[in-house]
């Protein structure tokens, strides 16, 4: 078989090729009326941001950006938290994983910063978990709110690490 044979499989190889790395996912999303910008590439099945914020009995403010897989499940979390000064966040790792089996944690750097992130198996649904909690400025600095950024993600593993490798958090104020 010479090369002018061979020609269209090559093409529709390149073609399947091209059409396997198109399902990226990116998104560039506004959340809390502009004050801060999510960006992130997830591979593989397609998620739908959907975006909200609250306030709790601690005052402190939440925005969120919930991604929900094409079964309308809810797959992943994005948090930002704006905290008042001197407000810290040990142990909310520890609390959400707690009743998981298999946790372990370790901390990697995500957007930049310093994250401590854990793993873990939902005992209902099976399915693992990761999360990932870090500090937008984590230099404590009196008299100023603490941000956050707290992620409760059940991608699968390889998701879970696209989402952690991409994730950034930017503040447009």
Known sequence: M???????LILAALIVVMTMTADATYKDIEVGDGRFT?????KGDPVTPLVGSTVDEDSIQMYYV????NQNRSRTTIRIDISPSGF???GVIEDYLDGFSDVKQYSREVDGQKADVATGIHPKSGLEWTVFEY???PRTREGLPTECVLVYCSLPEANAGDLMNTLHVGEEM
């Open 2 to 8: 010479g090369l002018k044979e061979k020609l269209p």
């Open 38 to 42: 999510v960006s992130y590439d997830i």
């Open 88 to 90: 810290t966040h040990s």
């Open 66 to 69: 919930f991604l929900k897989d």
């Open 135 to 137: 500090y937008l400025d």
